[in-house]
């Protein structure tokens, strides 16, 4: 009995102090480039590492859209990584690089912490930014099927850009499936969506699904010897809108909800088809409203100093400048050269935006706080 006791002990010790497989290491070659400007080869080659590195933690996450969709510069990106996460990339060495055309090609073989790698994705997800999925449920030829793109979800992401949003179909990725949306959302899991912000680099998701009942079948018998001149379908949807809050890092439902509406047609799929697009009309508002209060609520307030700036004309021009950037909703000046910007997005992408512009040298950034060197 002792010696059983022992090894009972000793099991559990072992797996105790066993380490995390996932908290281990990932070690992978990884590609980044950079183009040489006026021969300062130096300058392109910590930018090419810095892209190499982006590319493994890129790797590791399992990413769908790249940074290079949000940020050029991967300097920026970088001190994100090390700012926010500790070191990301515990170590890397460069193990191959060659010029073409004055183009710098180097390959790293970088290791990679995926928990932290995660953590680093979704730093830079954005907040108007959106992924939606809601797939639906139809009568098939051969049987009731999921249509994953439908006119459902087409309305919702033509609306959402119109407003200005940038709208992640989940759908066309392949990178979940309507069985995985159906079971999340039975058991509450919050796995699937929080697999979906490392993805798509989002921090809003539109999820649900759509299914449908035939009310009365055509031809049926509705009372006074009177038979149903058309088929009529209601169908229903279950949604939620989770969110990533930015303080506390945890997903957040916005809103749960259960909508449905009908149509009538002569077969089935057609009646299906306008109950959909009557769902449609009918969610919409409630979607844009929802979406826009979420980005209300996260605007913050980023202090803006501009060195270099000693008449008006050039705080005017400054001060059109960042009203012009996408997202910023007020620039309030506070004294010559200083601003208070308000902007829902990380730092990141403020700076980005305005180096963009070309005349404003960025020297050093927080997530409150930018200082910028006028160029003349």
Do not use: H
């Amino acid at each position: 009995m002792k010696m059983y006791s022992y090894l009972l002990a000793l099991l559990l010790l072992l797996c105790l102090t066993t380490p995390d497989a996932s908290a281990q290491p990932k070690c992978i070659n990884a590609n980044g480039e950079a183009a040489i400007i006026r021969n300062d080869t130096p300058s392109a080659k910590l930018e090419a590492i810095a892209r190499a590195k982006w590319t493994a933690i890129e790797q590791v996450v399992g990413t769908e859209i790249k940074a290079q969709s949000f940020v050029q510069n991967f300097t920026l990106v970088e001190d994100v990584i090390k700012t926010k996460t500790g070191g990301v990339v515990k170590s890397y060495k460069v193990v191959d690089e060659n010029v073409k055309d004055d183009i710098l090609n180097i390959t790293i073989n970088a290791c990679v912490e995926p928990s932290q790698a995660r953590e680093a994705v979704s730093q830079l997800g954005l907040n108007s930014s959106i992924a939606l999925f809601i797939p639906a449920r139809k009568p098939g030829r051969s049987g009731d099927e999921f249509e994953e793109t439908n006119i459902l979800s087409e309305t919702l992401i033509g609306k959402l850009i119109e407003q200005g949003y940038t709208v992640v179909d989940v759908a066309p990725t392949r990178a979940v499936d309507a069985m995985e949306v159906e079971r999340a959302m039975r058991s509450g899991s919050t796995l699937t969506l929080r697999s979906m912000m490392y993805k798509f680099l989002s921090n809003l998701i539109i999820i649900g699904k759509v299914d449908y009942t035939i009310s009365t079948k055509k031809g049926e018998n509705i009372g006074y010897g009177l038979s149903m001149p058309f088929n009529n379908v209601t169908v229903r949807l279950n949604y939620r809108i989770i969110s990533k809050n930015n303080k506390t890092g945890n997903m957040e439902i916005l809103t749960t909800g259960v909508e449905q509406a009908k149509g009538l047609a002569n077969n089935v799929e057609d009646a299906t088809a306008e109950a959909m697009k009557e769902l449609a009309q009918n969610l919409t508002p409630t979607i844009l409203d929802k979406v826009s209060q979420y980005i209300k609520g996260n605007t913050k307030k980023v202090a803006v100093k501009v060195k270099g700036i000693d008449d008006i004309d050039k705080v005017l021009e400054v001060k059109q400048m960042l009203q012009s950037i996408v997202w910023v909703s007020s620039v309030e000046e506070m004294q010559m050269g200083n601003f208070v910007v308000s902007y829902p997005e990380n730092t990141l992408y403020l700076a980005n935006s305005i180096k963009q512009k070309g005349n404003l040298k960025i020297v050093n950034f927080s997530p409150y706080s930018l200082t910028l060197e006028y160029l003349e």
